[in-house]
């Protein structure tokens, strides 16, 4: 029982947990202010602004500096694998997406005139990756939901 209780008072997993809850939150908010309706899908998807991943590696970077310390090589690993994990959001990431809108223009084009439809499911998924001005904010979202959460 002992391991539930250390679980749950684990505060970098719950930094980080609630990092990715608040980006999913306002990407979803983004989403529906920008493209005028609802896709409830926004709250669990990849893509979009805030970055979702970004907020998440960045309130565990620093929330473990802060329990830690900035000195620890606990600290050093979770700030290796934010850059990381930024890094491909914005790079690879944001590519695959870019080939799958191409793809899916491609393949509505041939259905046009070829007659047969793709299936939702057969369509590729376009939001993948970010932008880097939504890594950067997904990164400032995390940075202040440490602290807020280190201060609390």
């Known amino acids: 029982m002992d391991y539930l209780n250390q679980l749950i008072s684990n505060r970098i997993l719950w930094a980080g947990l609630i990092g990715w809850a608040s980006a999913q939150i306002l990407k979803t908010i983004t989403f529906l202010i920008v ?4 896709e409830i899908e926004r709250l669990f998807g990849d893509g979009g602004m805030p970055s979702g991943h ?9 929330s473990t500096g802060l329990e830690c310390g ?3 090589p606990v600290f050093a690993v979770a700030m290796i694998m934010a850059i990381v994990v930024m890094h491909d959001a914005s790079g690879v990431r944001l590519e695959t997406g ?10 509505e084009f041939m259905q046009k005139i070829g007659g047969t439809q793709l299936t939702n499911e057969e369509k590729l998924k ?6 880097p001005l939504q890594v950067v904010m997904g990164g400032v979202l995390g940075v202040i939901v440490a602290i807020l959460f280190h201060l609390v």
């Not at 970004?54 to 620093?62: D, E, G, I, Q, R």
């Not at 799958?100 to 491609?106: L, S």
């Not at 376009?126 to 932008?131: A, I, L, P, S």
């Open 54 to 62: 970004s907020a998440t590696v960045t309130a565990v970077a620093l």
């Open 98 to 107: 870019k080939q799958a809108k191409a793809i899916n223009d491609m393949m």
């Open 126 to 131: 376009e939001f993948v990756g970010h932008t």
């Open 70 to 72: 900035f000195d620890s």
């Open 35 to 38: 493209n005028k309706r609802l």
